[in-house]
C-alpha cells in the first residue's frame, strides 16, 4: 500500500454494469484505490464475464444477486474482513468516472481524517445528505451503536427510492445526531444558486439544442439541486476527483456535456478515451432497443 498517511484502510467497491462487464474505467478506479488502500474487496450485482485484471486488484470478488443495491454490497463487503483492524472503511462504486487524479490528496486532508463520516459532495436534494458514491467512515463510527444501528439495518429493498429514503438520506443526520463529525470536499448547501456565467455557458447553443436548453432552465429554477450533476465543474474545481456517470450518459438536467470532455482534457491526465467507449457502449445498448427494464437497480 503506498499510504499517505499510517491510516490503515480497507475499501470495498459496489459494482454493476448493464451488459455484466468489468469495464475498463472500473478496472482504472480499482488500479487507483488499489495503491491506498491495504484491503480491496470488489463485490458485484450483475458480473457475468471473466476480467483477469481483477484478480489482480481485489482481495476478493463476491458476486451476489442484484438485491438492495450498494448498500446491501457494501454491507455484504463488511462482512469478509475484521473491520477493527481498520482505521477506515471506504465504501466506493461504478457509478463515477475516475479518480480523474491521484485520490491520496482527499484521503490525507486534515478534515477527512478527522471525520467519522465524509464523502465527497452533500447535496440538498430533496434534502440534506451525503452523497453515497463514495464516502468514508472511521473505526469509531463503525465500532459505535450508531455504526452497528446503520449496518444492521441495511434491508435487501427491491424499491430504489426505499434504498434512498432508509439510508442514503439518513445517515448524515443519524451521524450528527450521535455526536459524530460528518464531512464533504464539496458541500452543495454554499452553492444555493447557479453562477450567471455558468448558466450562461450552458445556454449558448440554441438550434438544435433547444430542447436540451429547455431542460437545463427548468433544472435551475428548483429549489434544491444535485451538486454532482448542475455544480459539476465547481465541484471539480473544489478537488473532487470524481465524475458522476449518469450526467454524460443520460445528461439530466440538460448542461452543455462537451464542456465537461474539454474541462477533463485541459486539466487532467485522465484517460478519457476510456470514458468515450464506455459511453458508446451504452448507446448501442439504446440503439439496438436491449436496453434491460430495471436500469434503476443499478445503483443509488
Given at each position: 500500500m503506498n499510504s499517505p498517511s499510517a491510516t490503515t484502510r480497507a475499501l470495498i467497491y459496489a459494482h454493476w454494469d448493464r451488459d455484466g462487464l468489468v469495464d475498463p474505467y472500473v478496472i482504472h478506479a480499482l488500479r487507483e484505490y488499489r495503491g491506498v488502500v491495504d484491503r480491496l474487496v470488489f463485490v458485484s450485482t450483475h458480473c457475468t464475464h471473466v476480467c483477469p485484471a481483477l484478480a489482480s486488484l481485489a482481495d476478493e470478488v463476491v458476486i451476489r444477486d442484484n438485491e438492495g443495491f450498494d448498500f446491501a454490497s457494501w454491507r455484504e463487503g463488511l462482512g469478509r474482513f475484521d473491520v477493527a483492524a481498520y482505521?477506515?472503511?471506504?465504501?466506493?462504486?461504478?457509478?463515477v468516472y475516475g479518480?480523474?487524479?491521484?485520490?491520496?490528496?482527499?484521503?490525507?486532508?486534515?478534515?477527512?481524517?478527522?471525520?467519522d463520516l465524509w464523502g465527497m459532495t452533500v447535496s440538498s436534494e430533496p434534502e440534506v445528505h451525503l452523497q453515497s458514491y463514495f464516502m468514508g467512515m472511521s473505526r469509531r463510527l463503525l465500532a459505535s451503536d450508531c455504526g452497528r444501528r446503520l449496518w444492521e439495518g441495511v434491508r435487501l429493498v427491491t424499491d430504489k427510492r426505499d434504498a434512498?429514503?432508509?439510508?442514503?438520506?439518513?445517515?448524515?443526520?443519524e451521524c450528527l445526531a450521535n455526536g459524530f463529525v460528518v464531512h464533504a470536499l464539496f458541500d452543495g448547501r454554499g452553492?444555493?444558486?447557479?453562477?450567471?456565467?455558468?448558466?450562461?455557458?450552458?445556454?449558448?447553443c440554441w438550434p438544435p439544442w433547444q430542447k436540451r436548453v429547455r431542460r437545463y432552465?427548468?433544472?435551475?429554477?428548483?429549489?434544491?439541486?444535485n451538486p454532482s450533476h448542475l455544480h459539476w465543474k465547481a465541484v471539480l474545481e473544489s478537488g473532487v476527483p470524481l465524475l458522476k456517470v449518469?450526467?454524460?450518459?443520460?445528461?439530466?438536467v440538460g448542461i452543455d456535456t462537451q464542456r465537461i470532455h474539454d474541462w477533463l482534457a485541459a486539466h487532467?491526465?485522465?484517460?478519457?478515451q476510456i470514458i468515450h467507449d464506455h459511453l458508446a457502449r451504452m448507446q448501442r445498448r439504446r440503439a439496438s432497443g436491449s436496453e434491460p427494464a430495471e436500469i434503476g437497480r443499478a445503483h443509488v
Open positions: 482505521d477506515e472503511i471506504i465504501f466506493a462504486n461504478s457509478s479518480p480523474l487524479w491521484p485520490i491520496g490528496g482527499c484521503l490525507s486532508t486534515p478534515a477527512a481524517r478527522q471525520a434512498i429514503d432508509h439510508y442514503e438520506l439518513r445517515w448524515m443526520a452553492y444555493p444558486r447557479v453562477a450567471l456565467g455558468e448558466q450562461l455557458a450552458n445556454m449558448a432552465r427548468r433544472s435551475i429554477r428548483r429549489p434544491a439541486y449518469d450526467l454524460l450518459r443520460d445528461n439530466p487532467t491526465a485522465y484517460p478519457v
